[in-house]
């Protein structure tokens, strides 16, 4: 397997992940929602806080974590865009 092909392997599996991730926090959390209801955290429901606070604060953790390990699958492959020092 060329440099080439390795590297859109690592990315498109990586993208499949996200994604998946994406669309449980987006998606399945909420299909579940009164049976989250049944708990509580910090004194509220837990699908009232997952839709004010917990997966607003997922996207963004996904956003750095997606970001950070492309550009390692970038720097691992000869792809990265940083300038050397």
Known sequence: MSNKDAYWAKTKNHMIVTLVLWAFFSLVIFMFGSELNTMSFL???????????????????????????????????GYSEREED
């Open 43 to 77: 004194g509220y429901p837990l699908a009232y806080y997952m839709t004010a606070q917990g997966s607003l604060l997922a996207f963004v953790v996904m956003l750095f974590w997606t970001a950070n390990k492309q550009e390692k699958i970038d720097e691992e492959h």
